[in-house]
T-cell receptor
Framework: EPEVTQTPSHQVTQMGQEVILRCVPI?????FYWYRQILGQKVEFLVS????????KSEIFDDQFSVERPDGSNFTLKIRSTKLEDSAMYFC????????????FGDGTRLSIL | RKEVEQDPGPFNVPEGATVAFNCTYS??????FFWYRQDCRKEPKLLMS???SGNEDGRFTAQLNRASQYISLLIRDSKLSDSATYLC??????????FGTGTRLQVFP
């Protein structure tokens, strides 16, 4: 069964450094998402992306965050200057279309900011 | 008021038991409804979509009550492998998934 893959599985970074999280969505999917989950808390939406542009973003997704689809397969989340509170599990998801279609999640990148 | 509310549990049940989880959502314009399952420190995995008429998938039955803004999940004949956190998820007028905090289920032998 095709799956969403994310790298790295764990990233440890010093506060203030830039970090790039990578995702390869399922190949025929057109809609891409990033979510995060702080330890012990609920999963929160960050951003959705379609047709090479952001469709929607949450309040969490401030100017420190950006997303990109640099080629036909990768979808990246960049955090420019990391803060301690950015420590979380970051999940990439993709879906084939809108209209009640389920989103399929990658197994996540654990980001630890020191 | 939280957008999606769930009893955090834990629900501790013996193998073979039937267990039910409930979820309420605050936005009456919510359009799509799902149950996801999350194992400890793993990604959410879709368990089932929830339809207005209710739907069943093997041992799992989901119900939606739009008037009461209430979703339920029933698990029959619980297995040890059902131990996980069950996430109630809704969407409004976009494809953004809005998650509840989850209900933890522990099935014991």
């Amino acid at each position: 069964e095709p799956e969403v893959t994310q790298t790295p599985s764990h990233q440890v970074t010093q506060m203030g450094q830039e970090v790039i999280l990578r995702c390869v969505p399922i190949s025929n999917h057109l809609y891409f998402y990033w979510y995060r989950q702080i330890l012990g808390q609920k999963v929160e939406f960050l951003v959705s992306f379609y047709n090479n542009e952001i469709s929607e973003k949450s309040e969490i997704f401030d100017d420190q965050f950006s997303v990109e689809r640099p080629d036909g397969s990768n979808f990246t989340l960049k955090i420019r200057s990391t803060k301690l509170e950015d420590s979380a599990m970051y999940f990439c998801a993709s879906s084939v279309q809108l209209s009640n279609q389920p989103q399929h999640f990658g197994d996540g990148t654990r980001l630890s900011i020191l | 008021r939280k957008e999606v509310e769930q009893d955090p549990g834990p629900f501790n049940v013996p193998e073979g038991a039937t267990v039910a989880f409930n979820c309420t959502y605050s936005n009456s314009a919510s359009q799509s409804f799902f149950w996801y399952r999350q194992d400890c420190r793993k990604e959410p995995k879709l368990l089932m979509s929830v339809y207005s008429s209710g739907n069943e998938d093997g041992r799992f039955t989901a119900q939606l009550n739009r008037a009461s803004q209430y979703i339920s999940l029933l698990i029959r004949d619980s297995k040890l492998s059902d131990s996980a956190t069950y996430l109630c998820v809704v969407t409004h007028n976009t494809d953004k998934l809005i998650f509840g905090t989850g209900t933890r289920l522990q099935v014991f032998p």
